[in-house]
């Protein structure tokens, strides 16, 4: 029998198996294991949450394999990682170590200003950001097994993760009222892969599992993007920079998944303690906006 390991659909797959989950942001493998008993479908090992990296400064890059490893080793639920964007030397590393997950991730210092990585060569499956459709189906194209929004990680403000969102879902809904004589067209105006623009014409959705992500720090946040129409939820700063972690997890968890219960949202939001410190986007200056990175 034919392996299928590492095949398009098994990636794929895979990353359907998160939908209607949460996966978090941990540091260490006492954080991982916190995640895990909160009810974290996943957890991203780094070693700082995006809000650290932003106010640090410097260059940041893959995380020590070693600690990746120990995280691996403290829990049972899948184990993500970051590289640089085009930094393949940094996926060859992650994969050669175990993790199934790889997010080449803007949250990182870009290692390249011009290409991405090809994801296509790797038996462990991506997930890449993005801010609109076109930015979507590039990195599906490129091999990308799961989409998230970018947001502006490491702020607690989730406005720009509704707007991309917004924007993804709402060119969706945009190519599907168009004929299909039209679709070439919008395929050059995306710089999309035709094909890939048929497949969001034919289906009303992307190929691939659609994630949330980026300033996302209450149940209500996380409930927010899930009655948009995503189908998941990543929470980096927003859990380990509050007051209670343990307890804002659970929450965020259970959010997730009663996200069209308002008595449950309302009952889960209670005496969570203080949650991180956000940061107004609109006080940013550009070059400390992590959204704009890649294309």
Same mark, same amino acid.
């Given at each position: 029998?034919?392996?299928?390991?590492?095949?398009?659909?098994?990636?794929?797959?895979?990353?359907?198996?998160?939908?209607? /989950?949460?996966?978090?942001?941990?540091?260490? %493998? =006492?954080?991982?294991?916190?995640?895990?008993?909160?009810?974290?479908?996943?957890?991203?090992?780094?070693?700082?949450?995006?809000? =650290?990296?932003?106010?640090?400064?410097?260059?940041?890059?893959?995380?020590?394999?070693?600690?990746?490893?120990?995280?691996?080793?403290? *829990?049972?639920?899948?184990?993500?990682?970051?590289?640089?964007?085009?930094?393949?030397?940094?996926a060859q590393i992650l994969q050669a170590i175990g993790v199934d997950f790889i997010d080449e991730s803007e949250v990182l210092t870009p290692a390249d200003e011009q290409f991405h990585i090809l994801k296509d060569g790797f038996t462990v499956p991506f997930v890449c950001g993005?801010?609109?459709?076109?930015?979507?189906?590039?990195?599906?194209?490129?091999? %990308?097994?799961?989409?998230?929004?970018? /947001?502006?990680?490491?702020?607690?403000?989730?406005?720009?993760?509704?707007?991309?969102?917004?924007?993804?879902?709402?060119?969706?809904?945009?190519?599907?009222?168009?004929? %299909?004589?039209?679709?070439?067209?919008?395929?050059?105006?995306?710089?999309?892969?035709?094909?890939?623009?048929?497949?969001?014409?034919?289906?009303?959705? &992307?190929? *691939?599992?659609?994630?949330?992500?980026?300033?996302?720090?209450?149940?209500? =946040?996380?409930?927010?993007?899930?009655?948009?129409? &995503?189908?998941?939820?990543?929470?980096?700063?927003?859990?380990?920079?509050?007051?209670?972690?343990?307890?804002?997890?659970? #929450?965020?968890?259970?959010?997730?998944?009663?996200?069209?219960?308002?008595?449950?949202?309302?009952?889960?939001?209670?005496?969570?303690?203080?949650?991180?410190?956000?940061?107004?986007?609109?006080? &940013?200056?550009?070059?400390?906006?992590? #959204?704009?990175?890649?294309?």
């Open positions: 029998m034919t392996s299928q390991t590492g095949s398009p659909r098994v990636k794929e797959g895979f990353a359907e198996m998160f939908k209607g /989950g949460v996966i978090m942001d941990v540091v260490t %493998a =006492d954080q991982a294991r916190i995640a895990e008993a909160a009810g974290a479908t996943a957890v991203m090992a780094l070693e700082r949450v995006p809000a =650290d990296i932003r106010q640090d400064g410097g260059v940041a890059r893959m995380s020590d394999p070693s600690m990746i490893k120990e995280i691996i080793a403290a *829990v049972s639920i899948p184990v993500m990682a970051k590289v640089r964007i085009g930094h393949f030397v940094e993005a801010k609109n459709l076109g930015e979507a189906l590039r990195r599906v194209g490129e091999g %990308a097994s799961m989409i998230r929004t970018k /947001g502006e990680a490491g702020t607690g403000n989730v406005i720009e993760a509704v707007r991309h969102a917004r924007t993804v879902l709402g060119d969706i809904r945009a190519i599907q009222s168009r004929p %299909a004589e039209e679709l070439m067209t919008v395929a050059r105006d995306l710089q999309a892969p035709y094909e890939l623009v048929k497949y969001v014409h034919e289906h009303g959705k &992307l190929p *691939v599992v659609n994630f949330a992500a980026g300033g996302i720090a209450t149940p209500a =946040d996380a409930a927010l993007m899930m009655q948009l129409g &995503l189908d998941g939820v990543f929470v980096g700063s927003g859990i380990f920079k509050s007051a209670n972690p343990e307890r804002r997890a659970q #929450a965020i968890v259970k959010a997730v998944t009663h996200y069209q219960n308002p008595d449950i949202l309302a009952e889960v939001s209670e005496d969570l303690g203080a949650p991180m410190t956000g940061i107004n986007i609109d006080e &940013l200056i550009p070059e400390e906006r992590l #959204a704009t990175r890649g294309w």
